[in-house]
């Protein structure tokens, strides 16, 4: 049996992602909040580099124990953008046989495409912790990508829970994307946008199956924003479906989505639980 895993460092959280004869056997996630403080520094926090960086090993060493042929790694927004990148990328190198391949903001985008559209055309959403990157594609062709750093740790960094602040930031963010062609057959990809996506089917238990092909529209995005910022961080946090480390970015990152959305004439997303990890995966040919 092929085995192989592909770790993704975000700067929100860390997802291992095994697969075995071209499939995907499972996820895993653990929120270390790499970025913590990255819209105030331009350094990743050396508390931060090291739980990031352990918990990265202790999921190479996982994947290693299950018979995994090789482990990739690659790293985005948090890291390429740090002055002190490399610290993390060698401490993780110090931990264990490792590799970290910092990607481009436009790589980003394209893997995130790969991902979640595979040959189909369409534009995708892809909603990080220190990054958001939009792209589309026609004709299979990408005819526009652009990644601009906001995300919703840089948003909770930045603005807390404030809505307009959240707002005025989300509205930036728009018109950072300048001239784009017209946007349609949107997917949304991320860990907000799928937690979004559980909430809004209600969901006890996160199932990936439901979560991809769900619809969210503009209008429902707004509620649900303006819902979610009304409510305490502890109440969220209990929520079904709830990853742990999501509750207090969610809300900020609900009104992002709804903002852009906006601004940008998107009347409804959908949601993929397939990403950047399976694009990676399928850039390597593993899947």
Do not use: W
């Not at 409804?268 to 399976?278: A, F, G, H, Q, R």
């Amino acid at each position: 049996m092929n085995k192989f895993a592909v770790i993704d460092i975000g700067s929100n959280s860390v997802r291992l992602m095994f697969v075995a004869n071209g499939k995907v056997l499972y996820k895993r996630l653990n929120t270390t909040r790499l970025g913590e403080g990255i819209a105030k520094t331009p350094r990743l926090k050396r508390e931060a580099i090291e739980r990031s960086a352990k918990v990265v090993a202790d999921f190479y060493a996982q994947a290693k124990d299950e018979g995994a042929e090789a482990v990739f790694a690659f790293a985005t927004a948090a890291v390429r953008t740090a002055e002190n990148g490399a610290d993390f990328t060698e401490n993780v190198k110090s931990r264990c046989e490792l590799h970290v391949e910092v990607v481009s903001g436009e790589t980003e985008a394209e893997l995130g495409v790969l991902g979640a559209l595979g040959d189909k055309d369409g534009a995708v959403i892809d909603l990080g912790g220190a990054s958001c990157e939009l792209v589309v594609k026609e004709k299979n062709v990408l005819v526009y990508k652009k990644s601009v750093d906001i995300g919703v740790v840089r948003l909770k960094d930045k603005c807390g829970r404030d809505k307009r602040s959240i707002a005025n930031a989300a509205k930036t963010a728009a018109q950072a994307y300048g001239q784009t062609p017209v946007i349609k057959n949107v997917t949304a990809i991320g860990g907000t946008a799928t937690t979004l996506a559980a909430l809004a089917l209600g969901l006890e238990k996160y199932d990936s199956e439901q979560v991809t092909g769900t619809e969210i529209s503009a209008e429902e995005m707004q509620r649900t924003a303006d819902r979610l910022l009304n409510m305490p961080v502890e109440e969220i946090a209990v929520l079904p479906c709830m990853p742990k480390g999501r509750a207090d970015v969610l809300a900020g990152g609900a009104m992002l989505f709804a903002v852009l959305m906006q601004e940008l004439g998107i009347e409804k997303l959908t949601v993929s639980d397939k990403d950047n990890l399976e694009g990676y995966a399928v850039k390597k040919g593993l899947l």
